[in-house]
């Protein structure tokens, strides 16, 4: 395990690395954008091109945030890491930190997360008090004996297309087998009311208002948008993928 003196680590430190790598990336992605408009011939080769700087990025972001997580920024942004960093690693780091640090909000999170085993394929959905669009307590006993397809979040990052096919996939199915459950991460029921509205649709909208802190987040072990979770009748999770997976989940639905 790579250990970092904590001479000069700051605040400051953190968010101008931070931003060095994100305008670096931002950088080569506006080329290979370019690229790819110009060079239609070479687009295997500039995905390949895209995926590496990706790749590079994203582990200097990890590195960057292990580094400098004895600063609020750089535990924060070790929490959105964290399911790409082992517990082992991130219990080292937590325990190295001041007491401040580890009963700070991100602190406790990360804490949870080590502590808690996350939902995988073959678990059992848990269940836990959330709010519908409506106001009203979501009743999780309705979906008993009902397949779950649960997203959290998404359904801007999917496209018009992906949200197209999330309907189709809703319109050929009966809500006596497969009922679609959209968690969205937001603080307030006025926020999801508004995102109701801007996706108007027949599933319903729940959230906690926990964001960072729900169980979504931390038992079901999400961070990108959308993560699906595809459940048999028994609420047994047979698929849990990033992004929405319709080739994955046909072989499960009727």
Not at 71 to 78: H, I, T, Y
Not at 182 to 195: A, G, H, T
Request: with cysteine; net charge negative.
């Amino acid at each position: 395990m790579k250990l970092y003196s904590q001479e000069a680590i700051t605040e400051a430190d953190y968010l101008k690395q931070d931003s060095i790598l994100w305008t670096e990336y931002e950088k080569q992605t506006d080329e290979l954008s370019r690229y790819w408009e110009t060079m239609p011939d070479k687009h295997d080769s500039i995905q390949n091109v895209f995926n590496e700087v990706y790749k590079k990025s994203s582990e200097k972001n990890i590195e960057l945030a292990m580094k400098y997580a004895s600063v609020p920024s750089g535990l924060q942004r070790l929490y959105m890491v964290r399911l790409d960093v082992s517990k082992d690693t991130l219990n080292h780091i937590l325990n190295s930190l001041s007491a401040d640090m580890q009963e700070s909000f991100y602190g406790k999170n990360i804490r949870e997360h080590i502590l808690t085993k996350q939902i995988t394929e073959g678990d059992a959905i848990q269940t836990f008090s959330c709010i519908g669009s409506d106001g009203k307590e979501f009743d999780w006993a309705a979906t008993d004996g009902k397949q779950l397809l649960i997203l959290y979040g998404g359904l801007g990052c999917m496209g018009e297309d992906g949200r197209q096919e999330l309907k189709e996939l809703y319109d050929r199915t009966s809500r006596d087998d497969l009922l679609v459950i959209v968690y969205w991460p937001c603080s307030s029921l006025e926020n999801l009311q508004k995102i109701k509205q801007e996706y108007p649709s027949d599933y319903p909208f729940i959230s906690d208002f926990k964001q960072e802190a729900s169980p979504i987040r931390i038992k079901y072990g999400t961070q990108a948008t959308p993560t699906c979770f595809l459940t048999d009748k028994q609420h047994i999770v047979k698929v849990k993928c990033t992004g929405l997976r319709t080739d994955l989940f046909n072989p499960f639905i009727k």
